[in-house]
Structure formats: C-alpha cells, structure tokens
C-alpha cells in the first residue's frame, strides 16, 4: 500500500458494508487504532462515517458507537432508516448512505490527494473514475476473503489500490468483544 507522506488524505466510510465485512471476517474495528493508522500515512483532512439510524427510540445498539466517534475525531453523517415490513410481518430497516458519500467525495476532492472509502460496493466506480480525473488518487478497503466477497470487481479495477481489509487487523482491529451492537441496514 502506498501513501505519501505529504498526501492529504481523505477517510470515506461506509458503516453497514464495513460492518458486513468484518463480521463476515470475525473481527472488530477499533476506530481509534483506524484513526491513527491514516494520521500516520500522510495528512489526515477528515474521516467520515456513513450510516443510517432507526428512528425507532427503543432501540440504540448503535448509539455508543455513533457517539464514540462524534467525540473522537470522525464527522458522523447519518439519517434516518426506512423501516418496511414484509409478508412474513418481519421488519426489515434499510438505509443506504451511498449518495451522501458520493456527494461528500466530490466536494473535497479538490482539496485532497489521496481518498480512502471503506467499501466494496461496485456502484462506487463512477465515483472513483471521476476523481481520478481530478488527481486524486483512490483506495478501497473491503475484502474479497470475506464469504461472500464484499468487493465488486468493477470497483477493484478502477481503484489505484486495494486494501484487503483482513490484512489489517493487527492495524486496527480489536476481538469481537463489543459494547454496541450495530444493525444490519440493506441498501435501497
């Protein structure tokens, strides 16, 4: 993997499909450790969290996480799920954050030399291939060792690098010993 040191660098996060990857992979993210390990590479302008929130008020599995990173460095960007019930009478949540994240991509780009988004959803290839025409350089971090893979082909061959998230867990991962639970969300 290639940063350097003089790259301001710009962290993308896409909450649900890291967390589908790393549960598919058995471990945890310590965003601290995840924090540092970017302020490390190069000059870290900002890191962003992406995630949809239940509007529901029983239920915060997700709200020490969400305020653990308002507090500590990371811009949260969420809103609210879209709740729907099936045939079945199972509630389903879904939000997808994709839009926003995009929308946050192209506004910095300018001002960034290196993006880093923590997904491997394919629809981010557009995306990646018009900052690249801006400059910028571009990695994603997922995993194809996951089961299923979580990296789109489509994505792996436009990013300039790919970071397989499993190859970081001494990095910034922690053991699957948590205090939140977060739910899963499927994108609409």
């Not at 598919?24 to 000059?43: A, E, R, T, V």
């Amino acid at each position: 993997m290639y940063f350097y040191e003089s790259e301001r660098i710009g962290v993308f996060i896409d909450g649900a499909n890291l967390h589908a990857a790393t549960k598919s992979l058995s471990f945890d993210i310590d965003y601290k450790k995840l924090l540092s390990f970017f302020q490390g590479k190069g000059q870290l302008v900002r890191a962003l969290y992406y995630t949809a929130l239940s509007e529901d008020p029983d239920y915060s599995g997700i709200k020490p996480l969400i305020d653990w990173l308002a507090y500590n460095g990371y811009v949260l960007v969420t809103k609210p799920a879209k709740e729907f019930i099936d045939d079945a009478g199972h509630k389903t949540l879904k939000g997808n954050m994709d839009i926003e994240l995009a929308v946050d991509v192209m506004e910095m780009a300018d001002r960034l030399d290196h993006v880093v988004i923590f997904s491997g959803d394919g629809d981010f290839r557009a995306l990646v291939e018009a900052v690249q025409k801006k400059g910028c350089r571009v990695t994603a971090v997922s995993s194809s060792k996951s089961r299923p893979p979580m990296i789109a082909d489509e994505l792996r061959r436009q990013v300039d690098q790919f970071m397989e998230l499993s190859d970081f867990e001494s990095e910034f991962g922690k053991t699957k010993q948590r205090n939140y639970q977060e739910k899963e969300f499927v994108d609409v």
